[in-house]
């Protein structure tokens, strides 16, 4: 199976080669219009001149050649690519991804690849993000494909032949960036298209969408669907702070951030109030709803069907306690029971009817919308390099999914250090979904995974920022799991110099 996920995946990339080179010259952007491929169609291509507004609010760094298109008369997409390659190509391509349920052009993403040089481009997947709850899903397993894998692929191979088309050479290097939605999109690229990209960053990954989505509509239904079991948002801080002063000096720096979150044996209780209910306290209804958050979504015979939010994430709940958020809902009305008009309260994650109907759901759905095979020997074997991420206190995919992955990847490829020949996960501490939070959350994945790729430098570790307007504030190393990073005992403890990365567990 291995051998001929490998071959399958050579081919393809020698058709692709041989396509390009049936391009003899480098041509204008206008004259890009005429460029045939297959099932695809360019709309328009113009250069925008430098200081000219590009969309996503951002003025073109240089001249650009804008080129939007269709693949399939369905998946939108566009490139983006610096129009004088000798002067300002850096020789690159960056394909970035969605967030969410896909539907739009990342524009944001695609400036910020633009500015350091790359051409770059980015797709729908296939629909429109309006309506944001997903009827496009309704009755259309080919959108649904194309939401899962299939889009971002087809992106990728058009673009690059574009790519070629413009400049009469293809890029040197290859890089998918993207986080939550986009980082489920780039693990299904190395699973699927492992010859798509050199290399690929996939923060807070969405990889496990079957199991996620009613992972985060159990929160609401825990708070909402019992008469005395509301949190209010105005409670939320209240648990944080009790969390952070039980547990922050742990990792022995008292700065407001817990470093590993497991580690900290924070109990609930403590927090129950003495007599009628009050704004520091919990009731016990309040309380019960508390640790059931704690210990995430478990099937009923015990076993965990999707990870807890971990303890200080606590703040970020307001989007999953009251209404629930919109994805996992709409998941179950246009995916599972392929109805609008389903109403959330009436489900019930008691009901063995109810987990059945779930697992069906997995089962059916997986194939298409998950992303988590740990074989990931071809894009290991064509010398792919990835790098994931996630934030300790995300309020949206629980961390340890993250953690589960990169651990199932260790046990397929013969061990950890194995796996870090090409694989590293670097855990944020105090940093939300995708970014935000108290803790350092701005960092350059992208440009460790280029010295990894390009030097064969692999990361042993990224340094972190923390802003305050536009002052950096605190810098701390993120290391790879499972390493975290330790305090020396000397020195400002808000620098990363003085902290050092330090192995926990077993190196097999």
Request: with cysteine.
């Amino acid at each position: 199976m291995k051998i001929a996920k490998i071959l399958g995946t050579f081919v393809g990339a020698v058709v692709l080669v041989l396509s390009f080179s049936t391009f003899a010259t480098a041509a204008s952007c206008e004259s890009l219009t005429s460029l045939a491929l297959p099932n695809m169609e360019i709309t328009s291509a113009e250069v925008v001149a430098k200081g000219s507004p590009l969309p996503g609010d951002t003025a073109a760094p240089v001249d650009v050649c804008r080129v939007q298109g269709a693949i399939s008369s369905n998946i939108k997409f566009e490139v983006w690519m610096p129009a004088n390659y000798k002067k300002f190509w850096n020789g690159k391509f960056n394909g970035v991804g969605n967030g969410a349920l896909a539907g739009f052009i990342n524009y944001g993403a695609m400036s910020a690849a633009l500015a350091r040089g790359y051409a770059t481009a980015s797709t729908d997947t296939g629909h429109e993000f309006i309506p944001v709850l997903g009827d496009w899903a309704l009755d259309r397993p080919d959108l649904l494909v194309d939401f899962g894998y299939r889009g971002i692929h087809l992106m990728t191979r058009t673009s690059k032949a574009i790519v070629h088309a413009y400049y009469d050479r293809g890029p040197r290097y290859s890089y998918f960036t993207g986080c939550s939605g986009g980082g489920q999109q780039g693990l299904a690229e190395a699973q699927r298209y492992p010859a798509d990209y050199d290399g690929i960053v996939s923060g807070a990954p969405a990889n496990f969408p079957t199991h996620m989505w009613p992972g985060e509509l159990y929160p609401a239904w825990l708070t909402q669907t019992g008469t005395d079991s509301a949190i209010p948002v105005e409670k939320l801080p209240v648990i944080t702070n009790a969390v952070v002063a039980a547990c922050d000096s742990l990792d022995g720096v008292a700065d407001g951030v817990l470093d590993d979150p497991r580690a900290c044996d924070f109990d609930p209780s403590t927090l129950l109030c003495p007599g009628a209910d009050a704004p520091n306290c919990l009731t016990a209804e309040q309380l019960d709803a508390v640790e059931k958050i704690y210990a995430g979504l478990k099937d009923l015979l015990g076993q965990q069907f999707w990870p807890p939010y971990e303890v200080s994430s606590e703040i970020g709940w307001g989007g999953h306690i009251g209404e629930p958020f919109s994805i996992p809902t709409s998941y179950f009305k246009f995916m599972v029971f392929e109805d609008p008009d389903w109403d959330w309260t009436t489900f019930s994650f008691t009901d063995p009817d109810n987990f059945d109907i779930m697992n069906e759901a997995h089962y059916r759905l997986g194939p298409i919308l998950d992303a988590t095979d740990p074989d990931l020997t071809a894009f290991k074997r064509l010398g792919g390099k990835l790098i994931m991420y996630h934030g300790w206190i995300d309020q949206n995919i629980a961390p340890r999914n993250s953690i589960n992955y990169y651990e199932s990847v260790v046990e397929a490829m013969g061990g950890n250090g194995k796996t870090q020949s090409f694989l590293r996960l670097f855990m944020a501490p105090g940093m939300q979904h995708c970014g935000g939070g108290p803790g350092p959350d701005t960092f350059d994945s992208l440009g460790a995974l280029e010295k990894w790729v390009e030097l064969g430098i692999p990361p042993r570790k990224i340094i972190a920022s923390h802003l305050t307007g536009d002052v950096v504030d605190r810098t701390r190393p993120l290391c790879p799991y499972p390493e975290v990073a330790q305090y020396k005992g000397g020195g400002d403890s808000n620098k990363a110099r003085n902290f050092v990365c330090v192995f926990i567990g077993d190196d097999n």
